[in-house]
């Protein structure tokens, strides 16, 4: 994505104005001023040339978007041909468990990225993975109140949610190629 000072290294985009925020601060504290770009946008429509990404990082947030096969096909056009996807997220243990929250139940990325058009699709578990989240949301609950700290209130918030169900779900880490 070229800019008024060339081209651009990191593009980041995501629905919340704060997160934008937070992430803008964050790339002045990590001298990234002026390499790195954050929108507020859509995944389903995130602004960004096609054929302009050279890799595509989603982590934990191709989940939440409304249509994710839309949010799949729009990483795919502004990937470059051979351009990498990267995405992390949960799968169901037992696909359709009604315990599971509903955009849980059904998911599988490498159906939704083949569907997409992405080759190459590998999807990567280790359990270790499931064990460290979940140890993080117990390690932020018995933190105790968090004060004005809102990233450790928000992580509490979804600690609370997430628990009761985490043991139902793998943690992957899915990789794809722009064809």
Same mark, same amino acid.
């Given at each position: 994505?070229a800019?008024p000072?060339?081209? #651009?290294?990191?593009?980041?985009?995501?629905f919340? $104005? *704060?997160?934008?925020?937070?992430?803008r601060?964050r790339?002045?504290?990590?001298?990234?001023?002026?390499?790195a @770009?954050f929108v507020?946008?859509?995944?389903?429509?995130?602004?960004?040339?096609?054929?302009s990404?050279a890799?595509?990082?989603?982590?934990?947030?191709?989940?939440?978007?409304?249509?994710?096969?839309?949010?799949?096909?729009?990483?795919?056009?502004?990937?470059?041909?051979?351009g #990498?996807?990267? *995405?992390t997220?949960? @799968?169901?243990?037992?696909?359709?468990?009604?315990?599971?929250?509903? #955009? @849980?139940? @059904?998911?599988d990325? $490498?159906?939704?990225?083949?569907?997409?058009?992405f080759?190459?699709v590998?999807c990567?578990?280790r359990?270790?993975?499931?064990?460290?989240?979940?140890?993080?949301?117990r390690?932020?609950?018995?933190?105790?109140?968090p004060? $004005?700290?809102?990233?450790l209130?928000?992580?509490?918030?979804?600690?609370?949610? #997430?628990? $009761?169900t985490?043991?139902?779900?793998?943690r *992957?880490?899915?990789?794809? *190629?722009s064809?």
């Amino acid at each position: 994505m070229a800019g008024p000072r060339g081209t #651009r290294r990191l593009v980041g985009v995501d629905f919340s $104005p *704060v997160a934008v925020a937070q992430a803008r601060q964050r790339a002045v504290a990590y001298t990234m001023k002026g390499t790195a @770009h954050f929108v507020v946008n859509d995944l389903t429509a995130t602004g960004i040339a096609p054929a302009s990404v050279a890799a595509a990082v989603s982590i934990d947030a191709l989940q939440y978007a409304g249509d994710r096969a839309a949010a799949a096909i729009e990483a795919r056009r502004i990937l470059r041909p051979g351009g #990498r996807l990267v *995405v992390t997220g949960w @799968h169901p243990l037992s696909p359709g468990d009604p315990q599971l929250p509903e #955009r @849980h139940r @059904h998911t599988d990325w $490498p159906a939704v990225l083949r569907a997409a058009g992405f080759t190459a699709v590998q999807c990567h578990a280790r359990p270790a993975w499931s064990h460290t989240y979940k140890s993080i949301y117990r390690v932020a609950l018995q933190l105790g109140d968090p004060g $004005p700290d809102t990233a450790l209130a928000g992580l509490r918030s979804e600690a609370r949610r #997430r628990l $009761p169900t985490a043991h139902l779900l793998r943690r *992957v880490a899915v990789t794809a *190629v722009s064809g």
